[in-house]
Every structure is written in structure tokens, then in C-alpha cells.
């Protein structure tokens, strides 16, 4: 994180600090930020210049923003904002107004009615507002009261009209009025009688007589003479006030209704003509008035008009009428010019603009500041379109740059990318720092804490070695063993009394010999030969060397073995066949039958017995115990390789054969390796013919008379390995012959032959690829033997070394060396096979590729071209174009590493990168002096699966290095970011002192 952090911090565009930001990456991984960031940064100069999270433009849809587009919006926009501001105008000076559907209809109703509602007289005004509910009210039927009301009195006038005909005396019209309807038709009746003709007889009849005097009785009653009366007229009189005696209550019911009625008392037929009179003369202008204003298309208007009761009111509403219509107009005005903005806004936002045209109200939108956003419309419209295909989550982190926008106005577009990008990444690494730090505050701990702790950690590793080592010598005096006299027949192994070995084991044992002597070593037959069978006799039984180990040779130690440790190599050689065949299975034939037999057949004792003829059967089939056990027992590794003092002698191994999971913890300068040249090839060109090559022959025994000429001291311990038996015998031909003549050489013969070292044999040998596994000497000569014949022909068979499995002897032979391979060889390495030809394009699959990138990585390495050796060693894994992977920084991706470098090449040094394994570094300096690395220098801790522990990293990987790099300095990527000048001093004085010494 710190690496990350100061690759950000060195770039052009200081990043600016921005506090809060980091917590929009709490939870993001590297990846998912980074991208996130990415994605960000090349959209600032847009979203800077759209001031996006505060623009207008929002209720903008997404549109081409070329000129001749937003020269269309600009004009239909201002269209709409001058229609916008006519509205407002005409809604301020117009506080009364009604919304109106079709104009049209009010226009001419205001034509045909204006005038005369203008010149409305006041009463007319007064009884329209009045009368309107009772007269002008709706019933059930849709009819109103006054629809009925007036034929009514149309009619009541025209038959009381007829009393302008008459010459009847006023006073009898209430008399007949007060009579009833009985006595009323009865007078009626007599008064029809007397006035009809009739003759002398009838003019004499009682009845008549009767009916007259009575009729004169009521006249004179009444103050009227009767013979001034025209008894045809009572008549007429009579029936007529009987028609209408019925519509009298209707009458006193609307005279009083409308307040027209001045007496309480029955109206008399003339007093009812003049009560239908005053009905009628009012009633006239309010029903004009009310017909002008009942067709007013404005149901509202005409409401305020009926219920005006005032001329002022009723010419008010007449201009609310006016004004009404002006607005509309202006309004559809702007409906339309809004409409047009359809292409560009999105409907939601026309639909607010017309919702508020047609409703009446001012616009809420604040259309000078959307205009005033026009000239950062295109980049406002482009970040729209891009930021729609991020991830939401950028959009805050948007609106919490915009805090700090005026830091970056001013810089141009490209800067501002930067410095953004780098912002954002700095706040992300360092709130990632805060949560790691937060989660494991050892982090924390200074340098000297640290010290003392690997301090600490060192005395404890003493002193639990110390007690160890205390408690096995303490163990000694307690163990079991018999009395020094009860040996002495047990150990005769001379005289006649002399006791076999075999004997020895079985006398001793009870003797206490397995405690005397707890650890023995032997091979397998002896195993058989010495100890009695007896199940879990030893503790442990270790096999080393399991490839080459077949199964039924080892039973007989797994036998006596309580637990058991298999050690081998998969990759070196199986055991040999040559002088033996695989055992015959006298298994049954149904083997491999329990794999198929239904189990709920099967009894327990028939399902053992199948189960152990088919694990006898894979036993058999095992090659060898290595084999057999690699997926049954735990598995253990390992990945440390000590016996090559130069890692070029193991590279090839590591990278063809061990996925380059092999730590060498040797480390030397190129100029070195040039120096010493660890592996040399010379090549001979000498003929092959009969499975030999003398001309390899005589030079393998001349470089040996050449390097047994130094002083035994000054000499390597050398092994020959040939690629078959008979150039070996070859070889030990030419150098007896030698020897004959030269006495120096036969000495040195015979001292490299019994040479030893810390007891172990290290004398000369001549071995060919079969025999050599297990041994080691300072210096291996190959003897490749394989070349050309008499003819030129380079025939590409290698013996064993070309057949299945040749890879395993091949990676045997070439990592038996320590200090030096010296290939002496003839072999035309392009014609060996096609694999390096391929430059990598697919990796080693049989023997003769293998032996091929052998022998082409020894030129290569001989000539001094180590990129064209590095690149040969990738493309054994297939990664011809790309650097081995590797666990730990590499200098090329990191700017802490990068930066030591730097200041490292500013005090005047070189550093020489050594990244690789477990004993990897980040650079070493070589000592002006012996030309050998004198500083190895780590960038914080290095990281490894070996160096899990503390122990392994703090103690072991340095003593380890030491051999090879005297002084390691460790660089603190925390202490040089928090406090660098201190750091750098740090390192400085440890070159001056390492490299002084």
C-alpha cells in the first residue's frame, strides 16, 4: 500500500487532498477502485466545465449537441421564455379571470350580450341576483322554475284580459271572490237562467221568481243595483272567477316569493291582473338578462353574473371575461412554444411547464438560469451520455470532488485528469492503509521495537537449541542398557568365538543395543539380513533415494517401521530394470472386481478380500515406493537447493523440471559468473563410431591432466560423467594410458581417487548417466559422447538418454555439480531436436527437447549472453515473452524499489537487481574491491512461502545469504514514506560501511 502510495505521490500532477473521499472505497477492492478511477478521470474536464451536479440542464433529454441543434433550442427556448414572461405579465395586472376551453363561444357571446349587460339597469342587476335561485335553479327534470312560471302567466293574462271588455261593477268582483265554490256556482247557475230568453209561462214560473229575488238579494248586498247589472256578465264573471280561484295560491306564492306582493287578503279577478301585471313587468328584463347571461359558455362567469346583484359587479365580470381570453391566447401561445421544446427536454419537464400554462400559475422552472447553462450544454450533454455507462457508484464520488473544483479550474485538461485520478487513488490507498493498519496494528511497530523483537527471537532460538541439546545428553543416563560385562560374548568380532552381525543385533538387543546405537543406516537387503522380523522394531524408518527403490525391496524395512519417511525425487531416476522383470501377479483374475460388484451383495470377510487383492494388485503396479506413496502420505517439499555455490549450475533443473520452486541462496555478479564461468563448454567436434568418441576421450583426460597439475589443495574434487558405459571405459582407458607415461598425473590420480571430505567420500570417478544419482563433487566433466559419423551424420539416438524417462537421467546428471560443469561435447545442438528452434512456442516434451535446452542454455551461458539464457530458462515454463513469476515487488513495478534505486545511483553506486527465490533481493552493490557482491539490499521484508515464520525470515534467510553477500540492509517502505530524510541517512551509511570494509 505504501509502494502504491508513493507511486501516486511521484507522478507530475500533485494530488490534491481531498478528507472524507477514501470512505467511496471502504469496501472496493484494488481492482474494482482503480477501475472505478479510471473510468473517472478522463471525464473531469467535462464534468468540470458542465458543473454537473448543480446544472439546470438535468430536465434536458440527451441530444446531439452540434451547432445548428443548439441554435434550435436557443430560439425555441427564448420564444418560450418570452411567451413565459407575456403570461406573467398579463396573470399580474389580471387578478380575475376564468380558464376558458373554447374562446371562440365567448368571443361572440361578448358581441351579441356585452352591451346590453354593460347597460344593465340596477334593479334588473339586483332582481337577477336575487331571483336567480328561485326562479333560475335546476329541478329533477332539468327544467327551471321560471320555465314554467312564465307560460303560466301568459296564460293567466290572457283570460284574465277579458275583464277590459267588461262593465260589471268593481265591488262585485270581491264578492264573488269570497263566495266559495258552492254558493259561487249557484250564483253562477241563476244568473245563466235569468239572463237566457224565455217565454210567458216561464217568466211566471215560482222558480224563476225565486232565483231572481235571491239573485237581486246578493246584488243589492253587495251595494250594487240590480238592475244595473248585466246578469249575462255576472255570468261570465261568475264561471271566470271559478276557473281561476285555483291559481289564486300560486300567484300569492310568487308574488311573495319575489317580494311583489303588497296585501295579505284573497285578490279579487281585477287584483289578480294587476298582481300577474307586476309579475310580468319585472320579470321580462330579469329573463332577458338571465337568457344573455344562461348563454355565456363560461359557467363560472355566468355564476359571478347571476349573483352579481350590481351593474359594477356584472361589468367587472365582463372584464375578467377579456382578460380571460387574452390569457388564453398568450397561454396557447406558450402550450405551443413549450410543445416545440419536446425534442429536447424530457416530458416530464413539458409536462410541468404545460400543467402550469393551464393551470394558471407562474412557472416554477428557472428558465434564465437553464439559459444562462446553455454554453456548458455540450459537455454537460457528452458527460451525461458517458457517465450513464459507469458504475452508480461514481456519481457521489462526483459530487464530492465538486467541493474542490475551484483547485482545478485552472489547470488545463490534461492536469486536471491527472491530478484527479491521482486524488482519488491517493485517498482510496490511504483509507485502504488506515483499515489494514486498523486490523493489525503490529504494522505499526518503529524499527528499534522491531529489532528488539528479532533480537529477542535469536537468544530464545539459542537456548531452545541449547536445552534440546541438554535434554538427549540427559536422556543418556537413564536408558536401559545392561552391564558392561554382559557385551562381551555379544561383540566377538574376531576369533573363534567371533559373533556374525546378524547375531550380534539379536544378543544386543535385549541387552539395550537399539538405545546404545538408535540410528542405523543401511540398504534394504541388509535390512533383511541383520534384523529380526519384527513388526514396529524402529520407531521411524527413513527411505532416501525412494525413486530408485522398488516396492517389494522396501517391504521387508516397512515391515519393522512403526511410522515411515519417504524421501525421493520424481524427477530423477526409477529404479533400473536392466537385470530384472517386473513380478508376475498371481492375484485372481476378479482383482479389479470390487469396483464394479454391487456392496450389498457382498459379505464383510468377501468385500476385505477383494479390496485386498485389488490394493496388492496397485502395489505391484508401482514402479517404485515413491510412486506408491506420493498420494498416500502427507507430502513435504523441498524448495531450498544448497549444493551449488553459482545458481546458473541449477537454473535449468529448476526451471525445466521443478516449475522454478527451487531457492538457491547463491548470488553473485554477472562479471563474476563471466569471471569463474560455472559452466564451460568446449566443444571437440570429434567423431562418433561405435558408441564412442575418442576426441572427447582424450580431451576430458587432457583438462584433467591440466587441473591435477595445481597443488592437491588448490585442486576441485571432479566427477566424469559420460552418456553411456562404453565411452566411460573409454575414458578410463586413456587416462591408465596416460598414467603410464606421466608420474605427476598418476599421483594426482590416485590422491583425487581417496580424496575425502568431513569423512565422506569425494575421490574421482568415471560414471556414466546410470550410476552417478547420489553423488556430488566440486567439478562434473560431461563427456556428451554423441556426435557426427565418419559421414557427417548426426543420427539422433542418445540411448537411454532419448528414451522414456531419459529427461529424469539427463536432470540427475547436470545437478551433481558445486562449483563447475565442464561440457566437452560434439553434438550439433540445433540437429538434437526442435525445441529451441521454436524460440518457446511450446514447452519441452520429450527427452531430446530437454537435452536440447540443456546443452543450448550452456552455450549461451558460456558465451556470456545471459538475456538469451533467461529468455531459454521462460520458455521452458512458457512464458517466453513475460518475466518467471515471481512472489515478491519487482524493480520495474515498484516506485518505493525504484526510488532506493534512484538514491542508491545518486550516491554513486550501481545497484544490480537480484530478485528470484527466497534468497532474493531487491539489489545487491558490488564491493569496488573483490568485485564481489559486498551489500545486498531488501525493500522491507521479503515474502516467500518458505519464510512464513519470523524465525525462517529474520534468522535463517540471512545467515543463509551471508555466505554469499556479507552485510544485508533492510529499507522500511513505512519509514520512508513518514520519514524519508532519516531512512536515506540509514542507507547511506550502510553502503559507506559495507563497502569500505
Known amino acids: 500500500m505504501l509502494d502504491a502510495l508513493l507511486e501516486v505521490e511521484a507522478r507530475g500532477a500533485a494530488p490534491a487532498s481531498l478528507p472524507g473521499m477514501g470512505t467511496h472505497f471502504r469496501d472496493a477492492d484494488h481492482a474494482d477502485a482503480w477501475q472505478r478511477i479510471a473510468e473517472i478521470s478522463p471525464l473531469t474536464p467535462l464534468w468540470l466545465k458542465s458543473n454537473y451536479e448543480h446544472s439546470p440542464l438535468h430536465d434536458l433529454v440527451y441530444f446531439s449537441t452540434d451547432e445548428t441543434a443548439l441554435t434550435e433550442l436557443r430560439a425555441a427556448f427564448s420564444a418560450f421564455q418570452a411567451t413565459e414572461q407575456e403570461r406573467h405579465h398579463h396573470l399580474r395586472q389580471h387578478d380575475h379571470f376564468f380558464s376558458l376551453d373554447t374562446p371562440e363561444l365567448l368571443q361572440a357571446w361578448l358581441a351579441e350580450h356585452e352591451a346590453a349587460l354593460r347597460e344593465l339597469p340596477a334593479p334588473v342587476a339586483r332582481h337577477l341576483s336575487q331571483w336567480t335561485s328561485l326562479l333560475f335553479t335546476p329541478e329533477a327534470n332539468g327544467n327551471t322554475p321560471a320555465d314554467a312560471l312564465i307560460p303560466w302567466l301568459d296564460g293567466l293574462n290572457q283570460q284574465l284580459a277579458i275583464l277590459s271588455g267588461w262593465t260589471l261593477d268593481e265591488r262585485l268582483y270581491p264578492r264573488l271572490a269570497a263566495r266559495g265554490d258552492a254558493p259561487l256556482s249557484r250564483l253562477s247557475a241563476a244568473a245563466a237562467q235569468l239572463c237566457a230568453p224565455a217565454s210567458f209561462w216561464q217568466r211566471l214560473h215560482p222558480v224563476r221568481f225565486w232565483r231572481k229575488k235571491n239573485l237581486h238579494r246578493w246584488l243589492r248586498q253587495a251595494g250594487v243595483d240590480p238592475d244595473e247589472v248585466d246578469l249575462a256578465t255576472l255570468h ?129 422552472a428557472a428558465l434564465e438560469s437553464i439559459a444562462s447553462a446553455f454554453p456548458t450544454l455540450p459537455e454537460f450533454q457528452t458527460f451525461r451520455a458517458r457517465v450513464q455507462t459507469l458504475d452508480p457508484a461514481v456519481l457521489p464520488i462526483f459530487a464530492a470532488l465538486r467541493e474542490k473544483a475551484a483547485a482545478w479550474q485552472t489547470l488545463p485538461a490534461p492536469e486536471v485528469s491527472a491530478s484527479i485520478s491521482a486524488s482519488l487513488q491517493r485517498e482510496a490507498l490511504l483509507e485502504w492503509k488506515r483499515q489494514i493498519e486498523a486490523a493489525q496494528p503490529a504494522l505499526l511497530i518503529e524499527r528499534d521495537e522491531f529489532q528488539q523483537k528479532v533480537h529477542l527471537l535469536g537468544q530464545k532460538d539459542r537456548e531452545y537449541r541449547a536445552a534440546n541439546r541438554r535434554l538427549l545428553s540427559q536422556c543418556r543416563a537413564d536408558l536401559p542398557l545392561s552391564p558392561r560385562g554382559h557385551w562381551d560374548d555379544v561383540v566377538m568380532f574376531t576369533g573363534p568365538r567371533a559373533r556374525r552381525l546378524r547375531e550380534v543385533v539379536e544378543r544386543g538387543e535385549p541387552l539395550g543395543l537399539f538405545h546404545l546405537r538408535p540410528v542405523w543406516m543401511m540398504n534394504p537387503e541388509m535390512v533383511s539380513r541383520l534384523f529380526p522380523l519384527r513388526a514396529g522394531l524402529f520407531d521411524v524408518v527413513i527411505f532416501d533415494e525412494a525413486s530408485q527403490l522398488p516396492v517389494e525391496s522396501a517391504l521387508p524395512a516397512l515391515f519393522r517401521a512403526k511410522r515411515m519417511v519417504v524421501s525421493g525425487d520424481e524427477k530423477q531416476m ?46 505391484k503396479d ?81 583438462r584433467l591432466q591440466e587441473i591435477w597439475r595445481r597443488p592437491f589443495d588448490e585442486r576441485p574434487g571432479i566427477g566424469v560423467v559420460t552418456f553411456n558405459l562404453k565411452q566411460a571405459e573409454l575414458i578410463e582407458a586413456e587416462m591408465e594410458n596416460l598414467a603410464e607415461e606421466d608420474d605427476v598425473f598418476r599421483e594426482a590420480w590416485i590422491e583425487e581417487s581417496e580424496r575425502t571430505q568431513n569423512g565422506e567420500d569425494m575421490g574421482f570417478f568415471v560414471k556414466n548417466l546410470e550410476n552417478v544419482q547420489g553423488d556430488e563433487r566440486d567439478w562434473i566433466i560431461f563427456s556428451t559422447t554423441f556426435g557426427r559419423d565418419m559421414h557427417g551424420t548426426f543420427r539422433r539416438n542418445f540411448g537411454v538418454l532419448g528414451q522414456h524417462g531419459g529427461e529424469r537421467r539427463l536432470n540427475v546428471a547436470v545437478t551433481r555439480a558445486r562449483q563447475k560443469i565442464l561440457l566437452i561435447t560434439s553434438m550439433p545442438v540445433n540437429e538434437i531436436s526442435t525445441w529451441v528452434g521454436q524460440n518457446g512456442r511450446r514447452l519441452p516434451s520429450t527427452p531430446r527437447d530437454f537435452l536440447q535446452g540443456w546443452l543450448a542454455y550452456a552455450e549461451r551461458l558460456n558465451a556470456g549472453d545471459f538475456e538469451a539464457g533467461r529468455h531459454l530458462l521462460h520458455a521452458l515454463n512458457g512464458q517466453q515473452n513475460a518475466s518467471l513469476p515471481r512472489l515478491e515487488r519487482s524493480a520495474e513495478t515498484s516506485r518505493f524499489v525504484e526510488e532506493v534505486a534512484t538514491f542508491i545511483r545518486q550516491l554513486g553506486h550501481e545497484p544490480v537487481p537480484a530478485q528470484g527465490d527466497a534468497f532474493g533481493l531487491d539489489f545487491a552493490v558490488r564491493h569496488p574491491r573483490t568485485g564481489q557482491f559486498g551489500l545486498g539490499i531488501e525493500c522491507d521484508s521479503h515474502h516467500h512461502p518458505v519464510l512464513a515464520s519470523a524465525r525462517a525470515r529474520e534468522l535463517w534467510r540471512p545467515s543463509v545469504l551471508g555466505h554469499s553477500i556479507p552485510t544485508i540492509h533492510r529499507v522500511s517502505s513505512r519509514a520512508w514514506y513518514h520519514h524519508r530524510a532519516q531512512e536515506q541517512q540509514r542507507l547511506r551509511s550502510a553502503l559507506e560501511q559495507a563497502l569500505s570494509s
Not at 501377479?585 to 487383492?613: C, G, K, T, V
Request: aromatic content about 6%; hydrophobic content about 40%; glycine content about 4%.
Open 574 to 619: 526409477p529404479p533400473s530394470r536392466f537385470f530384472g522383470s517386473q513380478l508376475e501377479s498371481d492375484e485372481e483374475d476378479d482383482a479389479d472386481a470390487w469396483l464394479d460388484a454391487d456392496d450389498a451383495s457382498l459379505d464383510d470377510s468377501e468385500r476385505e478380500r477383494l479390496a485386498q487383492a485389488a490394493g496388492r494388485r496397485e502395489v
Open 236 to 364: 261570465q264573471a261568475a264561471e271566470l272567477e271559478a276557473r281561476l280561484s285555483q291559481e289564486r295560491p300560486t300567484l300569492l306564492h310568487w308574488t311573495t316569493a319575489l317580494g311583489l306582493n303588497d296585501t295579505a287578503e284573497p285578490a279579487s279577478l281585477p287584483a289578480m291582473q294587476r298582481q300577474v301585471r307586476r309579475l310580468q313587468e319585472p320579470l321580462q328584463p330579469v329573463l332577458a338578462a338571465t337568457r344573455r347571461v344562461r348563454a355565456c359558455p363560461v359557467a363560472r362567469a355566468a355564476s359571478e353574473l347571476q349573483r352579481g346583484g350590481d351593474p359594477a359587479v356584472c361589468a367587472s365580470v365582463l372584464d375578467a371575461c377579456h382578460a380571460s381570453l387574452t390569457i388564453w391566447a398568450t397561454e396557447q401561445k406558450g402550450l405551443a412554444a413549450v410543445e416545440k421544446l419536446r425534442p429536447w427536454f424530457t416530458p416530464e419537464w413539458i409536462e410541468a411547464r404545460s400543467a402550469e400554462i393551464r393551470s394558471h400559475t407562474p412557472g416554477q
Open 622 to 702: 508401482c514402479q517404485d515406493l515413491l510412486t506408491l506413496t506420493q498420494n498416500l502420505l502427507p507430502t513435504a517439499t523441498l524448495e531450498i537447493h544448497y549444493r551449488s555455490q553459482y545458481r546458473q549450475l541449477i537454473d535449468f533443473s529448476n526451471g525445466a523440471f521443478y516449475g522454478g520452486r527451487l531457492s538457491v541462496p547463491a548470488r553473485h555478479p554477472e562479471s563474476e559468473i563471466l569471471r569463474v564461468r560455472p559452466m564451460e563448454v568446449d566443444r571437440v567436434d570429434g567423431e562418433y563410431f561405435e558408441q564412442t568418441n575418442e576426441d572427447e576421450a582424450a580431451r576430458v583426460v587432457f
